[in-house]
């Protein structure tokens, strides 16, 4: 069965540091990888997504991800933080075969002044 | 385009009262989801609608909680009677395709007494 692990429930960097929240799925093919963000009281945003191709991908508000086949990760990363970027991040994994996407519990960013 | 619409934004019932949460998601998408999120549960699938059908509805917790999308602009959640523990907030997502990329709407929260 598919499923997502996004190992930290809260995760604490200083403003301007480096950033890596991590992801790992189970599928048996090759998914479909998405980071989501939600700020508090507000809905999900797509930051970026993975269907096929460079394994490094660009996304909204300086944000990248990488997919590594072999760890099974799709891994988000920021050179470096903003304190707007304080919220919750999800990552989600979709198949071609139906419409869902199977979620992650998410990762709650903090960010020390 | 608006995005994907929910209303109510808030919503403050008492115990056993109806309760009806509607959704006009992107112009053209076929695909509509209904999720609830606690922070206990995090993110839960709740019903998903193709082309106006509904394809998935094992997320529903009860017979309590009814979803209907009579035309591809427009569907409704609805709870009755409603519960304490049905507060939480509720997201309405579209997408178009089976490439799984949701656009979600600003939820609904829900406060039952």
């Known amino acids: 069965a598919q499923s997502v692990t996004q190992p930290d429930i809260h995760i604490t960097v200083s403003e301007g540091a480096s950033l890596e929240l991590r992801c790992n799925y189970s599928?048996?093919?090759?998914?479909?990888l998405f980071w989501y963000v939600q700020s508090p009281g507000q809905g999900l945003q797509l930051l970026l997504k993975y269907f096929s191709g460079d394994t490094l991908v660009q996304g909204i508000k300086g944000f990248e991800a990488e997919f590594k086949r072999s760890q099974s990760s799709f891994n988000l990363r920021k050179p470096s933080v903003h304190w707007s970027d304080a919220a919750e991040y999800f990552c989600a994994v979709g198949a071609n075969s139906n419409y869902q996407l199977i979620w992650g519990a998410g990762t709650k960013l903090i960010i020390k002044p | 385009d608006a995005g994907v619409i929910q209303s109510p934004r808030h919503e403050v019932t008492e115990m056993g009262q109806e309760v009806t949460l509607r959704c006009k998601p992107i112009?053209?998408?076929?695909?509509l989801f209904w999720y609830r999120q606690t922070m206990m549960r995090g993110l839960e699938l709740l019903i998903y609608f193709n082309n106006n059908v509904p394809i998935d509805d094992s997320g529903m917790p009860e017979d309590r909680f009814s979803a209907k999308m009579p035309n591809a602009s427009f569907s409704t959640l609805k709870i009755q009677p409603s519960e304490p523990r049905d507060s939480a907030v509720y997201f309405c997502?579209?997408?178009?395709?089976?490439?799984?990329?949701?656009?979600f709407g600003p939820g609904t929260r829900l406060t039952v007494l």
């Open positions: 997502a579209s997408s178009l395709g089976g490439r799984g990329e949701q656009f």
């Open positions: 112009s053209g998408h076929n695909s």
């Open positions: 599928y048996g093919a090759t998914p479909y």
